[in-house]
T-cell receptor, first 113, second 113 residues
């Protein structure tokens, strides 16, 4: 069975410091993995996507994520947080063949000045 | 702007009533997905259509139904509404399969009084 676990419901960082949002997944098949961001009262926007081409995936706004099969993890990182990064972040898994999409519970990122 | 449109933006109705939410996918996208986002359940996948046919079903209640029309727009019908159905309902579209990037609309906020 598939599942997605975002290990932190809230993360707080200071502006200019690194961001780490953790995601573990469980899938019996080769997964496709995504990170989406949701700003308050907005829809979801794709940050990045992994589909087995390269384990280190670069996304928009300086974010990147590394797929580690041995650890079943897909953590999202950014070297330096910006105030505009404050939002909710969702880790998402879909099966190859794509018949079901599962969202993690979300991690709310707070960025302090 | 993702290119996915949803109407209406807000909907306020009473328990027991029936409502219809509408979604127009991005030009060229064949798949449409519906999601429910609530505070207690998080983001839940409801149902997916591909080129007019139901492709996958998630946690969709029997009181809810959806369809995708020949012009590829989709409607989500919610009936016998309960207070717990109050949520943000998102539509997303993708080119074909679930492993493709999904582009999200801005959502419809449903309030059941």
């Amino acid at each position: 069975a598939q599942s997605v676990t975002q290990l932190d419901s809230h993360v707080s960082v200071s502006e200019g410091t690194p961001v780490l949002l953790r995601c573990n997944y469980s899938s019996s098949y080769s997964p496709s993995l995504f990170w989406y961001v949701q700003h308050p009262n907005k829809g979801l926007q794709l940050l990045l996507k992994y589909t087995s081409a390269a384990t280190l995936v670069k996304g928009i706004n300086g974010f990147e994520a590394e797929f580690k099969k041995s650890e079943t993890s897909f953590h999202l990182t950014k070297p330096s947080a910006h105030m505009s990064d404050a939002a909710e972040y969702f880790c998402v898994v879909t099966l190859t063949g794509g018949f079901k999409t599962i969202f993690g519970a979300g991690t709310r990122l707070f960025v302090k000045a | 702007d993702s290119g996915v449109t949803q109407t209406p933006k807000h909907l306020i109705t009473a328990t027991g009533q029936r409502v219809t939410l509408r979604c127009s996918p991005r030009s060229g996208d064949l798949s449409v997905y519906w999601y429910q986002q609530s505070l207690d359940q998080g983001l839940q996948f409801l149902i997916q259509y591909y080129n007019g046919e139901e492709r996958a079903k998630g946690n969709i209640l029997e009181r809810f139904s959806a369809q995708q029309f020949p012009d590829l727009h989709s409607e989500l019908n919610l009936s016998s509404l309960e207070l717990g159905d109050s949520a943000l309902y998102f539509c997303a579209s993708s080119v074909e399969r679930g492993t493709d990037t999904q582009y999200f609309g801005p959502g419809t906020r449903l309030t059941v009084l």
